[in-house]
């Protein structure tokens, strides 16, 4: 058995499939790990959607920020934009079936693997982790919403999601505000400062980095005990430069490589 971690899909439902029959994978026997926006900007959402729900247990997957907006528009708390590749799946006779499995999916997925150098603890997440939040802290706070998405109040934290604010953590923090930051370090966060500041203007890479602010890994504390694997900076191009830290989007909606990393020996896959 092997289990795959995949970068951002976004819709580009032949490229999943060409990595996957590259290394044989088989659903009975692997997993596969998604690192969150499986969907939106490539040509085939519906497809992908269909695809990774029928394989049950065999895929594990953390919400990202275009997921997130595709449930938004589906449940009437955003407009379905130009940019937006979402009609085909939106139009689909089962998309309240695949938008509910949807929600149900987690923000934060942490596991022990046996890997060749003896076993190993990954934390996956969309887009990072705040600086000073403890693994332990993480999850609980992921678990936060994922209460939300998965309660009778779902249709409010769509309604509340999208904003740039708070832009930093606080404990003393209530309702929608602490639901809004913690999704925004989970699934949109690239630049911080070390107070866990977020800046969520600028996407590019590194060299844009605004003044007092970097690479939200560069301040995170997890590290080496446990690996973190995220995608939603396709700007990284894969790399973070920290030995612990698996930047997986490699741009593939782009016109780049969609990438793909086996976690029993960290090696990567791509096309």
């Excluded at 959607?49 to 049950?56: Q, W, Y």
């Excluded at 149900?104 to 990954?122: S, V």
């Excluded at 992921?142 to 999208?162: H, I, S």
Aim: a neutral charge; proline letters at 5%; hydrophobic letters at 40%.
């Amino acid at each position: 058995m092997s289990t795959y971690v995949i970068g951002d899909i976004q819709g580009c439902y032949k490229p999943l499939r060409q990595l996957l029959k590259s290394v044989d994978f088989t659903p009975t026997r692997d997993r596969l790990w998604c690192v969150g926006d499986l969907i939106n900007r490539g040509p085939k959402s519906l497809d992908t959607l269909r695809f990774l729900k029928d394989m049950g247990k065999a895929a594990t997957i953390v919400l990202g920020n275009h997921d997130l907006h595709f449930l938004a528009i589906f449940y009437g708390a955003a407009p379905n934009r130009t940019k937006d590749t979402l009609q085909q799946l939106l139009d689909a006779a089962d998309c309240e079936e695949l938008s509910t499995w949807l929600r149900h999916r987690p923000l934060a997925h942490y596991e022990c693997i046996d890997t060749e150098d003896g076993p190993q603890n990954f934390l996956m997440v969309h887009a990072g982790v705040a600086p000073k939040w403890t693994l332990q802290k993480t999850l609980q706070l992921a678990a936060e919403v994922e209460l939300t998405l998965q309660g009778p109040d779902y249709k409010l934290f769509f309604d509340n999601m999208y904003g740039d604010l708070p832009k930093r953590w606080k404990e003393k923090l209530t309702g929608y505000d602490r639901l809004r930051v913690i999704t925004n370090y989970l699934t949109r966060m690239r630049f911080c400062n070390e107070k866990g500041t977020l800046n969520l203007q600028v996407k590019e890479g590194l060299a844009a980095a605004p003044p007092g602010y970097r690479p939200w890994y560069e301040f995170e504390q997890l590290t080496p005990a446990t690996n973190i694997l995220f995608g939603h900076w396709a700007a990284l191009e894969g790399q973070t430069n920290r030995k612990h830290v698996y930047a997986l989007d490699t741009g593939c909606v782009w016109g780049r490589e969609l990438s793909m990393m086996r976690l029993e020996d960290h090696k990567l896959f791509s096309v």
